[in-house]
């Protein structure tokens, strides 16, 4: 999840903005659980093109083994 469409109720500005200690605070705890390692970091079509190279090596090593 990202923090720019979302709104704050403390002060009704875009979280992103900061414009509130409770925004700031909000926008802080988003970007240290979405890292740069979180799952959520990946898009379906990197993960999927991730699987296929990995099956790729999987089945070069079987061929190269043989």
Same mark, same amino acid.
């Given at each position: 999840m990202?923090?720019d469409?979302?709104?704050?109720a403390?002060?009704?500005?875009?979280?992103?903005?900061g414009?509130?200690?409770l925004?700031? #605070?909000?926008?802080?705890? /988003?970007?240290r659980?979405n890292?740069p390692?979180s =799952?959520g *970091?990946?898009?379906? #079509?990197?993960?999927?093109? /991730?699987?296929l190279?990995l099956i790729?090596?999987a =089945?070069? *090593?079987?061929?190269? #083994?043989?």
């Open positions: 990202t923090c469409r979302l709104v704050c403390n002060c009704a500005g875009p979280v992103s903005e414009r509130c200690p925004c700031r #605070a909000h926008h802080e705890r /988003l970007h659980e890292g390692f =799952l *970091a990946f898009s379906p #079509a990197a993960l999927a093109a /991730l699987l190279a790729a090596v =089945l070069l *090593a079987r061929q190269a #083994a043989v």
